[in-house]
């Protein structure tokens, strides 16, 4: 004997990878009695290929002595249209022949009803089990958008029951024409996210463009026109046209500039450095002259705080910029050199004359300042000489040595 059974649908969503450009949706009635009413899933569609189409599978489940089936389904025509429908071999499986009874396609108002049944008294022909009922074809209309495809009616019927029985449910699926944004970062940086999207069409995607260390971003082009130098880019998606986004990054040089001022040299004076590289800028008075400062950035480093500026013993000194990431500017200023100026107050006097004898009887000068930069002969010390040549200044200038 056959019974009545009510049937409950399930969906699913499939991609049907073998068929490029083509997609699935499986509608699945199963006598579980589960009601599975507002479950949702999501076709999303390449809206740009005018050739694309996805197939809705009606199947039925662990079914006994059945005899035919009634269904309807409405969606936005605007969005999607039925194309075709192809009947299943499921009710001609033990070699009955079914029958159409109603095929109506309707892409104005958006409706599709169809049926199919057969008539027989012999209930061990009534097909059992599992099988494909039917596949409709959706052409994706190319203005895009999102359509439900819902479920309207679902009857089911057996050998025994009245004709149809209804399947009091409904199942809503989405079609979502998307668009794909494709991010092609060159050599020094990234595009986040990496890695092709797609995007329902009516959404904004926004990428951000960062540059690796030491590099900067050079150009951003979207779709092979240049947008200059940005660090993010939305695509509107008010368009179904797929979308290509590249950047280039180049290595970040720096500028130093330097410049002295009368009395001396330094060089180099301009000079590009690649980001991450040292520079060695050299401090050369001239013949008579002291360096006096040394400024980078207006910071002055000839004050011994910065191990980085080298005094040498021709009073010409280095300065090193290490790991440069920045522009720099660097000013040197030279003074005269004083012959006997000794504790570096810029003058000659019985002050030096004595500092000299305390440091020559071993007398502790400790915290005092003494410099050769006084030094007479050109020996490169500080002696007896230094104070002869002070005391015969200070009488010189006091009247009672004749110069």
């Given at each position: 004997m056959g019974r009545a059974l009510s049937f409950f649908g399930a969906l699913l969503f499939i991609l049907l990878c073998s068929m490029p450009q083509s997609h699935a949706l499986s509608l699945k009635l199963v006598p579980d009695g589960t009601d599975p009413s507002g479950v949702t899933d999501t076709c999303l569609i390449d809206s740009e290929n005018t050739d694309d189409f996805f197939n809705l599978n009606i199947r039925i489940e662990d079914v006994q002595d059945m005899t035919g089936f009634d269904f309807k389904l409405t969606y936005d025509s605007s969005v999607v249209t039925a194309e075709s429908v192809v009947f299943g071999d499921f009710l001609e499986s033990d070699g009955l022949t079914a029958e159409i009874s109603h095929k109506e396609i309707d892409n104005v108002s958006g409706a599709l009803?169809?049926?199919?049944?057969?008539?027989?008294?012999d209930a061990s022909l009534a097909p059992d089990g599992d099988g494909l009922l039917a596949t409709i074809r959706f052409a994706l209309e190319k203005q895009g958008g999102v359509s439900d495809i819902t479920l309207a009616k679902a009857e089911i019927g057996d050998i025994n029951s009245p004709p149809f029985l209804p399947v009091d449910i409904i199942i809503n699926a989405k079609v979502t024409p998307v668009y794909t944004v494709t991010p092609s970062p060159g050599t020094g940086g990234t595009i986040r996210p990496s890695g092709s999207a797609t995007v329902a069409i009516g959404q904004p995607y926004t990428v951000r463009i960062a540059p690796d260390d030491c590099y900067e971003i050079?150009?951003?082009i979207v779709d092979g026109v240049s947008q200059g130098?940005?660090?993010?880019?939305?695509?509107?998606?008010?368009?179904?046209?797929?979308?290509?986004?590249?950047?280039?990054?180049g290595i970040r040089t720096f500028q130093i500039s330097a410049s002295e001022g009368e009395g001396g040299t330094i060089s180099p004076t301009e000079v590009s450095v690649t980001c991450g590289e040292?520079?060695?800028?050299?401090?050369?008075?001239?013949?008579?002259?002291?360096i006096q400062n040394v400024l980078v950035n207006g910071k002055s480093v000839a004050d011994g705080s910065d191990s980085d500026f080298a005094l040498n013993n021709d009073r010409s000194a280095t300065y090193t910029l290490e790991n440069i990431r920045a522009n720099y500017t660097i000013t040197a200023s030279f003074k005269v050199r004083v012959p006997g100026d000794v504790n570096k107050d810029d003058s000659a006097d019985l002050q030096d004359a004595i500092l000299i004898l305390q440091v020559l009887s071993g007398t502790d000068t400790s915290g005092l300042t003494i410099s050769t930069d006084g030094d007479v002969d050109g020996d490169g010390r500080i002696g007896m000489a230094e104070v002869v040549y002070i005391?015969?200044?200070?009488?010189a200038s006091s009247g009672e040595v004749s110069t």
């Open positions: 009803d169809i049926g199919i049944c057969y008539y027989s008294s050079r150009d951003v130098i940005l660090s993010r880019y939305t695509f509107p998606g008010d368009d179904s046209d797929d979308h290509q986004i590249s950047a280039s990054f040292d520079q060695t800028i050299s401090v050369r008075p001239e013949n008579g002259y002291l005391l015969r200044k200070v009488a």
